[in-house]
């Protein structure tokens, strides 16, 4: 989980590095930017890892997770240092787009990956302390340019993307281990016990009767076919609609975050003071929605955070003191990225272990497409001129819309006959 986690800190930093340097992209002279141009381009490395998502997601059932983890890293790596070179926008966004391959792949197998290692009760809280090291990456990110930006430029800011090529991936090679139910689904029984042994792993036995496993010996690709199973049709596709709501708040809040606060009247290091607090929130808050989700059902937490989400961001327009507008961002950042944590959890334990990263894979994937209309809808609703408040109410709008679709998932079929969360707790009291 701890290499897991460090892979999202990277991530994070090199997706949301983007926001925090776009008020120095914009004022950047030699490239001109509009808002407009400038949201394209943040919608690029997003449309990158739509791609990424859809094919990594399919494949890391196939060739295995350690060796997708250990090739998107080197990968996403060495095009932040190409986004450090680049010496025209066009070749920036191009970059980007590079870069976005490699960082939508490694998501749905690091993912996978911790789902798979943690302790059957505790995998939405283990998922939520993972995933918060993208909010990890954010506060980096925020800190960074408050201190380099003004003096070093924005162009430093993509040098430290590279730093993952010599201190995470020596690691993961040495440490990290491939996924147990890949080794069983591929007959490697031995080298699937001892791992299973070594960190007191269940080897988790499909149903034969489950779409996924009446799949097997059908094709490699059996485990993408089982999502439109009977079975797992409507879910998947909650699941996408979901996933699509909740990424389009996570990089339109956090793209363009700063640059709506600065049109409020805030400077620069107040402005991107915001955005820190936005992933900080996410921080502390989505470890203990987790732990929530994990006592009292993951469905009624991940649509309570919606809600709470749309609601913070709403109050958001109206001019509130400094530090009440800093609550409101913190919950936001638990509503927006937290959110999308739990929703990720969420689709992950509903499928069986064979097809896991595959459906999560492509959820993430298809929701990459709102990830990719976040920053556009953000530059959009800031070149209208209708006013800053504008963009709190259509994300608060969206949030509403997110936490319907949560609570129309049904019953995973692999869910397990014992009483429900809310049984359980009743029991505990």
Known sequence: MALCGLTIIFDGYDLIVYGAVLPALLSYE??????????????????GMLIGALVVGTITDIVGRRKIM????????????????APSAELFGFFRFIAGLGLGGVVPTAIALTIEYAPPDWRTLANSIMFSGYSVGGILAALLAIVLLPDFGFRTMFWIGLLPLVTLVPLAWKFLPESVGFLAANGRWEEAEALA???????????????????????????????????????TLLFWFATFI???????????????????????????????????????????????????????????????????????????????LYALVAVAGLGTIGTTILVNAYCAQYYPAGSRATGLGWALGIGRLGAILGPIFGGFIAASQLGFEWNFYAFAVLAVLGGLLILLVPRSPTERPSAPAEERVAQTI
Not at 70 to 85: D, E, K, P, Q, R
Not at 206 to 219: H, N, R, V, W
Request: charge should be positive.
């Open 246 to 324: 909740g990424l389009l708040l996570v990089y339109g809040f956090n793209t363009w975050l700063p640059q709506i606060m600065r049109e409020a009247g805030y400077p620069l290091g107040s402005a991107l003071s915001f955005l820190l607090v936005l992933n900080l929130g996410a921080i502390l808050g989505t470890p203990v929605a987790g732990a929530l989700a994990d006592r009292f059902g993951r469905k009624r937490v991940t649509t309570i955070c919606f809600l709470a989400a749309a609601m913070c961001i709403g109050l958001l327009s109206f001019p509130l003191p400094v530090l009440g």
């Open 197 to 235: 042994r070594r960190y007191g792993l269940p080897l988790e036995r499909e149903d034969a009767s489950s779409p996924a496993a009446s799949a097997e010996g059908q094709g490699r690709l059996a485990a993408l076919s089982s999502l439109f199973s009977r079975s797992y049709v409507v879910p």
């Open 70 to 85: 250990l090739f998107c890293i080197t990968w996403f790596s060495l095009a932040m240092g190409l986004c450090a070179m």
């Open 30 to 47: 030699p490239w001109g930017l509009t808002p407009v141009q400038a949201g394209a381009i943040g919608s690029y490395a997003l449309i």
